[in-house]
């Protein structure tokens, strides 16, 4: 087996990520929220969105995927954070998801160190990220990462259950990276072993706000 390749996704690689996506929502979120909920996510539907979101964009929005032994097996998507409608210097982690049969084998890591690297060399000096707040596993992969809860909480309701979020943060500045890589090499040599899927697979990263449900990633990521 090689190493997993990270690179950008093209239209061919659209129906595996819809696989990825709503799978991972799935497996993730089984008992987190109803699950007539996620028994109703469709592939099918999913594709199509991603393929009629990728090249219309302005740039800002990147798609990443891994790769590994010719076979995708993760997403990640970033780009701007959204407060309301405006964008602001931050960068915002609007989704990551790896097959969740390759779950505990440092993918997500893998992607998630990738989209740090690209946020930093932009110039954004923070990333942002919203988790579901009882999603105690993918809090868990973030904080072993060098995320933080920064306070922030939003409410989000699915078919009448609430599953309010919470935001975490990280800096970006080289001074603060070094320091949250040492303290994640220090702390967790395993940060690897949790690949956390977010953002609702009904949607699509690339509009202008995290507004609701189905208009952007202000969802459970």
Known sequence: ???VHI???TLADCDRVAEI???GWQTAYRGLMPQSHLDALSVPEDAARHRARLGQGDGRVVNLVA???GEVVGWACHGPYRDGE???SDAELYAIYVDPKRYGEGIGQSLLRESLHRCRAAGH???LLWVLRDNAPARRFYERSGFAADGAVEPFEVEGVEVPEVRYSRELTDAAARESTNAHARQSPD????ESPHADPRKSPDVPARQSPDTGQH???
């Open 86 to 88: 405006v964008h602001t």
């Open 21 to 23: 996506r709503v799978g």
């Open 7 to 9: 690179r950008e996704l």
């Open 125 to 127: 000096p923070r990333m």
């Open 67 to 69: 790769e590994q032994d």
């Open 191 to 194: 940060a690897h072993a949790w």
């Open 1 to 3: 087996m090689t190493g």
């Open 219 to 221: 969802a459970p990521r």
